[in-house]
């Protein structure tokens, strides 16, 4: 129990932690992008290239 004479307890902003949090969510979100597979396997493409302007 708390003293009637004491000043009142100020509360803290929860300023701080919020970006504390977002913090460790960027971190940890670039991380994981960073590790994910995004290799997409090779393919050979046959495709014409003659110009038919010039075929004439």
């Known amino acids: 129990m708390r003293n009637r004479l ?3 307890r100020r509360r803290r ?6 970006l ?3 913090l460790v969510l ?5 991380f994981y992008l960073s590790t994910v ?3 997409v396997a090779t393919t050979r493409i046959e ?3 003659t110009n038919e302007a ?3």
């Open 6 to 8: 004491s000043p009142p």
């Open 13 to 18: 902003s929860p300023l701080p932690t919020i």
């Open 20 to 22: 504390v949090i977002l």
């Open 26 to 30: 960027i971190i940890g979100g670039t």
């Open 37 to 39: 597979d995004t290799e």
């Open 47 to 49: 495709q014409d290239v």
């Open 54 to 56: 010039l075929a004439d």
